[in-house]
């Protein structure tokens, strides 16, 4: 596939990186040479220097033959720009990132579809989302819902009171037949497990199940759900902004924020809620503000650091759930063997919804969820297509994939060695990163 990203910055670089990896034909377009040439001379990609807004600089890039355009510089206007002249020159489909939930109504669809943006993303919008979500499932590390929640895969970190530690999977699916632990995030490294392999303390393990199931694998993780009254929000960003939006109305929301002319914009955009202008780094703060009365502290500043070390400081106080916002990719594998709850990142929430478009489903239907070293991804089974030759234990699939679970006639079920999948089945596979476009085939 044909795309061309526009704008080098954290999120368009992070994509074209990922991107890369799955063998798809990426061009990069920036105004800025530094921020092309090491990608060019690290990833299996093509670079050009311009403004992604050039009549010229796009013909050069190939848009007119792309099949996917993405706008994702730092300014909505030039990405909605982008995506106008890209669709003119006959880009097949396009992708606008965008700061302004306004441009997300349906009532504005057309409207856009008629400049030439197929589609919007909003970073922000898709965090907030995923902390509401997090808010509901405190217990979970990460929660991905297929088809109104007929299958679910939860990610939870085992503790030290978990009934499973030590007990090999083999043995797990034994004993308890209604879930499926599809992959293991161990220190910085994601395993597709095997039979043989056994859970440690601190795993994080990735399990597919159904809704009627979740009380029986959160017992089993040793795990309680808390119910979130009261939320405290470190940065008045748009990430608080917009949760603040969401969610304002369900949870009893304090936002504290270090910059007084912030503060002062903030009632306006958050009604209902307290604002604080004060340091949320300091202990002696926090206790005044109620710290140890919350049950969720949210650390949305611009700093990795300082979200994850107020994490920590907020479970010292004994809140029972805190959610990092952690932007350096880097730092997601250290931060997620601390004791920290969710982690949001925005880069890989926007190659989530980037890889829905890729994929060859139905897009109202289909998901992905994009980790930092793992994508799980739902296909649609074709006619023909290879995964329906054979039962699954005597499928050659990769090794470093599993199929997790499936939904067949509005019912969702997870997948043993003798399931043979169908025409129309929708499958959830769980893969390490760059395998996607391999998996796709096997489906078509």
């Known amino acids: 596939m044909k795309i061309v990203i526009g704008g080098a910055g954290e999120v368009g670089s992070h994509l074209a990186k990922l991107l890369s990896r799955e063998n798809q034909d990426i061009m990069l377009v920036d105004k800025d040479y530094q921020k092309l040439a090491s990608l060019d001379a690290n990833y299996n990609l093509m670079t050009t220097v311009g403004n992604p807004t050039s009549f010229d600089v796009l013909r050069e890039a190939g848009a007119a033959k792309c099949d996917l355009f993405i706008a994702v510089t730092p300014y909505e206007t030039e990405n909605v720009t982008a995506c106008a002249i890209a669709k003119a020159l006959g880009a097949k489909k396009t992708v606008a990132r965008i700061d302004n939930y306004e441009y997300m109504r349906q009532e504005n669809e057309k409207f856009f579809e ?183 502290f949210i650390a949305l500043t611009e700093s990795s650091e300082t979200n994850i070390l107020a994490c920590m400081t907020a479970k010292e106080f004994g809140v029972p759930k805190t959610i990092a916002e952690v932007e350096n990719i880097q730092f997601i594998s250290e931060a997620e063997g601390l004791n920290i709850g969710t982690i949001i990142n925005k880069k890989l929430l926007a190659s989530s919804k980037i890889f829905q478009y890729l994929l060859d489903t139905d897009e109202q239907n289909s998901k992905c969820m994009s980790l930092a070293d793992a994508e799980v991804a739902e296909f649609e089974v074709h006619a023909g297509s290879k995964v329906t030759k054979a039962q699954v234990k005597d499928l050659k699939l990769y090794r470093e994939m599993t199929i997790a679970g499936l939904v067949r006639n509005g019912k969702g079920m997870l997948v043993e060695g003798n399931t043979q999948l169908q025409e129309g089945d929708h499958v959830v596979v769980f893969s390490l990163s760059g395998l996607l476009h391999k998996i796709e085939k096997l489906f078509i």
């Open 114 to 296: 008629k400049i030439g943006v197929n589609h919007t993303i909003y970073p922000e919008y898709l965090a907030a989302l995923e902390i509401q979500s997090a808010l509901r499932h405190t217990w979970v590390r990460n929660w991905f819902e297929l088809h109104d929640g007929e299958l679910i895969l939860v990610g939870v970190k085992v503790r030290d009171n978990a009934s499973i530690i030590g007990m090999p999977l083999r043995e797990l699916t034994y004993s308890h037949h209604n879930f499926h632990v599809s992959a293991i995030k161990r220190r910085h490294e994601t395993l597709i497990p095997r039979g043989d392999d056994r859970i440690s303390f601190g795993d994080i393990l990735y399990f597919m199940t159904t809704s009627d199931h979740l009380d029986e694998l959160r017992d089993l993780c040793g795990k309680k759900q808390t119910k979130v009254h009261k939320v405290i929000i470190m940065g008045g960003g748009r990430i608080a902004i917009r949760l603040a939006n969401l969610a304002g109305d369900q949870y009893s929301i304090k936002i504290i924020d270090n910059d007084i002319e912030r503060c002062r914009r903030l009632p306006e955009k958050c009604q209902g809620c307290d604002i604080v202008c004060g340091d949320a780094r300091s202990n002696d703060f926090l206790v005044d503000e109620g710290i140890e009365d919350c049950d969720a």
